[in-house]
């Protein structure tokens, strides 16, 4: 089982910048997905950006184009989201997940990933 834990989260001004980091540990396999997913109140999870870790495949939600920027450190097993612009629609729990396998055409469902960290707050005001 692989472990992952968020940081970063915290409160900002609209246009602001905030960068989370989701750090893994444990049964660490060489490939797999990991997805920046996140949870406002009443609304269902949705990813906001993915990464396959060996590879170049980046994946984006429409909303958060241009703005955020997912990167990793492979020699930190460490997954960033650089958040710029933000906008009080991005509040939410965010969650970095895994998915073991490509990230696919449906990277973006919550149901797709199988391993969650606990999740670091953003709120945007």
């Known amino acids: 089982q692989v472990q992952l834990v968020e940081s970063g989260g915290g409160s900002v001004q609209v246009g602001g910048s905030l960068t989370l980091t989701c750090v893994a540990s444990?049964?660490?396999?060489?490939?797999?997905?990991l997805g920046w997913i996140r949870e406002a109140p009443g609304k269902e999870r949705e990813g906001v950006a993915a990464h396959f870790t060996t590879g170049a495949d980046t994946y984006y939600a429409d909303s958060v184009k241009g703005r955020f920027t997912i990167s990793r450190d492979n020699t930190k097993n460490t997954v960033y989201l650089q958040m710029n612009t933000l906008k009080p629609e991005d509040s939410a729990m965010y969650y970095c997940?895994?998915?073991?396998?490509?990230?696919?055409?449906?990277?973006?469902?919550?149901?797709?990933?199988?391993?969650w960290g606990q999740g670091t707050q953003v709120t945007v005001s």
């Open positions: 444990g049964d660490i396999v060489a490939s797999y997905c």
């Open positions: 997940a895994e998915k073991r396998g490509l990230c696919g055409t449906w990277w973006w469902k919550a149901l797709e990933y199988s391993n």
